[in-house]
C-alpha cells in the first residue's frame, strides 16, 4: 500500500517541534522559517533582546498592513515517563500529531508560513504590506519580546492594521471560536504580618491568617461587576497561600499569599486596587502588598479583520465561528494599543500545556486554508 506523502504544512509543523524550544530558547525555529519567507520576498529584520530572539519581516509595501503574529517557544515538556513518546520527536498516531508544541503554537506558526508562500504565489503583487512578527518570549516573562518590538515599530510609526494572533483559539472544532480581545491580568504578592508565639498563648501572639481570613472571605465572595457584552464578569483567584513553621504549636509570625484578578474593560487597574486594599484595611489587615500587571484588557470590536476570518471559517468549515474574550493573556495586547485590529485564530487548545499535547493532523491544512483565505479576502 502506497504511503501518503505528508503536506508541506505537516512537514513544517513537524520540523518546527523538533526543535526543542523551551522559552526563552528559539532552538533555531526562527531561522527555518526566516529562510522560508525570504524565498518568496520578505525583508526580515532580527531583533535580539536580552536573551530573547525576534523577527520582524515585511513583503510589500503602504497599507493595509496585515500581520501574522506568533511565537516559537513552548513551555517545558514536565515529567517526561508521562509522555507516550519523547514530546520533541513528533509523533503521529490515530489521526494526531504528538509533541510538545503541537498545538501551541508550531501548527499555527507552520500555516502562516505556508499560507503566505500560497498567497504571495498567486497574488504577487498583492496589495499593502505581509508582515510576520515573531517572538520566543510569549510563554515566559513576556518582556523582551513582542512587547520589545512593538516599542521598535512605535519609535518608527510603523502600523499595524489588522493582526491575526496565531495562538490556539478553537474548543471544539477547528475555527468554532476567534478571539477578539482578552481579559487584563493584575497579580498582587500579599505579605500578612503578624506576631509569632506559643499556640498555647494566643494573648501573646498575632495570628495573621486569622486577620487574614475574613478579608479573604470578603475578596473571593466578592461580585466585582457583571462583565459586558463582550467580557465575562472580573475573577478573583488565590493561587498560592503559605504560613507556619511546620511545627503544630507555633503560632506564625507571617503569612504569604499570592493572588490575581482577571478583569475586564469595566474596570481599571486602579480601581481593583484601590478595591482591595480597601477589603484589606477595613477588617484591620496589617499587610504588605507588591503588585504586577501582566496586561491590559483589549478589545477588537468587530470589523473588517474578524469579518474576513468568519467568512474563511464558514467556507472552509461550514460553521460560524463565536466572537470570544475568553482565556488568558496573549501578546495581543501589546500589539492592541497601536490602533491594530487584532483576532487570534489557531487550532483546537484542549491539550496546551499537557503532556501528550497533541493536534489533528486534518486540522492543520485546514487552518493553512482559512488562513489562505483570510488572506485573500483582505490583500487580493
Known amino acids: 500500500m502506497a504511503t501518503l506523502r505528508p503536506s508541506t504544512t505537516l512537514e513544517l509543523t513537524q520540523d518546527l517541534m523538533s526543535r526543542a524550544s523551551v522559552s526563552p530558547t528559539d532552538g533555531g525555529c526562527q531561522a527555518l522559517m526566516i529562510e522560508r519567507l525570504e524565498a518568496i520576498g520578505f525583508g526580515v529584520e532580527k531583533l535580539r533582546f536580552g536573551p530573547v530572539d525576534n523577527f520582524w519581516a515585511k513583503r510589500g509595501s503602504g497599507g493595509p498592513v496585515f500581520c501574522f503574529a506568533g511565537h516559537t517557544d513552548v513551555v ?29 503554537m508550531k501548527s499555527g506558526l507552520a500555516a502562516m508560513v505556508t499560507a503566505s508562500e500560497a498567497f504571495v504565489g498567486r497574488y504577487p503583487e498583492h496589495k499593502g504590506t505581509l508582515a510576520f512578527l515573531i517572538t520566543s518570549d510569549e510563554e515566559g ?35 468554532d471560536t476567534i478571539k477578539i480581545g482578552r481579559r487584563g491580568s493584575l497579580s498582587g504578592r500579599l505579605t500578612v504580618h503578624g506576631v509569632q508565639g506559643h499556640i498555647a498563648y494566643p494573648q501573646f501572639a498575632d495570628n495573621p491568617i486569622h486577620a487574614l481570613a475574613p ?23 488565590v493561587s498560592n497561600l503559605s504560613a507556619g513553621t511546620g511545627a503544630p504549636n507555633v503560632i506564625p509570625g507571617e503569612l504569604k499569599a499570592r493572588f490575581n484578578l482577571r478583569f475586564s474593560t469595566v474596570q481599571t487597574v486602579d480601581s481593583l486596587k484601590v478595591t482591595v486594599e480597601e477589603i484589606l484595611q477595613r477588617h484591620r489587615v496589617n499587610y504588605s502588598l507588591e503588585w504586577f500587571v501582566s496586561g491590559q484588557p483589549f478589545l477588537t470590536v468587530p470589523g473588517k479583520l474578524s469579518q474576513a476570518a468568519t467568512r474563511a471559517v464558514l467556507e472552509q468549515e461550514q460553521i460560524t465561528a463565536k466572537l470570544s474574550t475568553s482565556g488568558g493573556t496573549s501578546d495581543g495586547r501589546f500589539i492592541a494599543p497601536m490602533g491594530a485590529q487584532v483576532i487570534e485564530l489557531g487550532v483546537i487548545n484542549a491539550t496546551i500545556h499537557k503532556v501528550n499535547e497533541s493536534v489533528r493532523v486534518a486540522d492543520i491544512d485546514r487552518l493553512h486554508q482559512i488562513y489562505y483565505r483570510t488572506l485573500e479576502l483582505l490583500l487580493a
Open 76 to 104: 517545558p515538556s514536565g515529567p517526561l515517563d508521562d509522555w507516550q513518546t519523547d514530546p520533541f520527536v513528533p509523533a503521529i498516531r490515530d489521526g494526531m500529531l504528538y509533541g510538545r508544541g503541537a498545538a501551541d
Open 141 to 175: 516573562p513576556s518582556v523582551d519580546g513582542t512587547r520589545r518590538v512593538v516599542e521598535v515599530l512605535r519609535e518608527r510609526r510603523e502600523p499595524i492594521d489588522w493582526c491575526l494572533v496565531g495562538e490556539p483559539s478553537s474548543e471544539a472544532l477547528l475555527g
Open 215 to 237: 478579608a479573604l472571605a470578603e475578596l473571593t465572595s466578592r461580585a466585582w461587576d457583571e462583565g459586558n457584552q463582550h467580557f465575562q464578569p472580573t475573577s478573583f483567584q
